[in-house]
């Protein structure tokens, strides 16, 4: 299916609700019935059917289906956050004596839930650097069954060679999982190479706007299945109808946010990448990626978001050149219209936190929908000052 035919037709049942061009936002808990056998048969299939918005809400039903095709799966679930996508999913494949295989440098609450939460539940890990092959099946053991990938990731953007994972995978009886959310589906399709479950954090570029929490998860329908019934309905991570509602909204302009943000992005990190006072420039579509081939080969695009070093020898250098910049945000996550900035010595000096695994000259840059140019502009003058 075209992708202007889901992002603006899909799912969209225009004569049930008066012909409007955009959907109704259905902001009711509960769904009456005819009879007793129309109950007991929804009752039979809550995933299809609108009983209780803690479960199918009808709006979010919609959005469901978009995200699925846009992935180019059987199904999908829609969530608070991205977070609670990637709790649920993991958590669903899991029980106490098993092990996961994650790469390294996750997404920090995908580490927490690793390090923090799930071995108090006896469930054990391994971090490996995904872009070794043999490493990762060399964490592989009797009790593994899950193998937990998010390529790129969002801070050094280390990627993995998707099609060989999967086969690994298959080959050891694991549930492939992978965090898309750096790509989103306009840029990458892991169903497409084998990869069991894939998630989003919709917040980004599904949304678009920065005004809604969401994650996602799509695949299988007997996998979608099976989360529904067990981990979302009893944890009751459900997304809001109005907040269901607002992605859809963005999704009409998924198409053009990313085409535009990928193409500013790479102008950017061209015009650092020549800078005198950069020292790296960490983009997965530039030349001088390490992992250039396979970045071609997985992804079509890249979107907004890359990382570069500064040639400094003191926080303090780094936090003047932040200091002058006028037109960025000092912020975290990205997808949105607004172009963001964060300097990785903000971690630094915080009592009780220690995030020295990143150099305090790395500074990650997420590039919006504004002027490229205008956007150079700013950056030239905060690297005036160093």
Known sequence: MNTSDILNHLGEERQHYFNAIVPP???????????IDDMRSALQNE????????????????????????????????????SAAIACTIISQVKAGEHIVCVRNPYSWTYRLLTNFLTRFG????FVDGRNLAEIEAAIRPETRVLYLESPNSITFELQDLKACAALAKENGLVSII????CSPFYQKPIAYGIDLVLHSGTKYLNGHSDVMIGAVCGSKEMIEQIFISEQMTLGSIIAPQDAWLVIRGLRTFELRMQQSNQSALKIAKYLAAHP????????????????ELAKRQMSGCGGLFSFILKVDSIQKV??????????????SWGGHESLILPFCTFYNIPGRADTAISWKLVRIYIG????????????????VI
């Open 179 to 182: 965090d898309n959310s750096y």
């Open 319 to 332: 936090e003047d050149f932040f200091h002058r910049l006028e037109r960025f945000l000092l912020a975290v």
């Open 277 to 292: 006072k950069i020292e790296q420039v960490i983009h997965p579509h530039l030349d001088n990626f390490p992992q250039l």
């Open 47 to 82: 995933l299809k059917s609108h009983i209780y918005t803690r479960g199918n809400n009808p709006t979010a039903a919609i959005l469901r289906k978009k995200i699925a095709a846009l992935e180019e799966a059987e199904d999908a679930l829609v969530f608070p956050s991205g």
């Open 369 to 384: 929908l504004e002027d490229p140019d205008w956007l150079i502009e700013d950056l030239e003058r905060g690297l005036e």
């Open 123 to 126: 469930v054990t890990h391994t």
């Open 25 to 35: 936002i259905i902001q009711s808990s509960n769904f009456a019935f005819d009879t």
